[in-house]
């Protein structure tokens, strides 16, 4: 099992590849910040797995206490909001852990509130993993677990189609997933084709 790092986006920070793991699937065509890559702990939350406060210090050659120091400012700023696993779901014992789904939605934007406030509703479902306003055929796209499928149906049907403002959704299911959180599921993990960083 890898652990990847979970970052927030914030107004002005396009943030992406592990600082936008959903647990799920990894969006696409995020880019990072280049002002926020200056920093070197956050490169190593980034691009170094899970390493300890010591290895990141060992990598980045600043003492562990800077690291330390660094970990909080970003998690205060709500930069940095934890770790979480990339589990391969397709594996027998997993699979019936949960059922993944994303579901494309169109909403009606709210005078002065334009997406915000419905994206905001929506996003509080516990169903719900992620939450994201998209460009082109729809406007939000969300990705939702249930522990079955009649359990994510019946949130579609009974709770995100009824809300007010929500005129159509389109709902798919996820059926196996091939690569997670940057990782080949079928490799053993020194074969994924990650890199490891080093001093």
Not at 99 to 106: D, G, P
Request: proline share 6%; glycine share 8%; net charge negative.
């Amino acid at each position: 099992m890898a652990v990847r790092c979970l970052l927030a986006p914030e107004p002005g920070r396009a943030v992406g590849g592990c600082g936008l793991n959903l647990g799920l699937v990894n969006p696409p065509d995020f880019r990072l910040n280049p002002a926020l890559l200056m920093n070197p702990v956050l490169k190593l939350l980034i691009e170094g797995e899970h390493l300890t406060t010591a290895q990141m210090a060992q990598v980045s050659g600043l003492p562990e206490a800077e690291i330390n120091a660094q970990l909080e400012q970003l998690k205060k700023e709500k930069i940095f909001l934890g770790w979480r696993p990339v589990l391969d779901l397709s594996r027998e014992a997993a699979a019936a852990a949960a059922v993944r789904a994303v579901i494309e939605v169109k909403i009606t934007p709210e005078r002065g509130g334009g997406f915000n406030r419905l994206a905001d509703r929506i996003s509080r479902f516990d169903e719900v993993e992620s939450c994201y306003l998209m460009s082109g055929a729809y406007d939000l796209l969300i990705f939702v677990t249930g522990p079955s499928l009649q359990k994510v149906a019946s949130f579609v049907s009974e709770k995100l189609s009824s809300l007010e403002g929500v005129l159509s959704t389109s709902t798919h299911f996820m059926l196996r997933s091939y690569k997670e959180g940057g990782y080949l599921l079928d490799l053993p993990s020194e074969e994924n084709g990650r890199l490891k960083v080093v001093p």
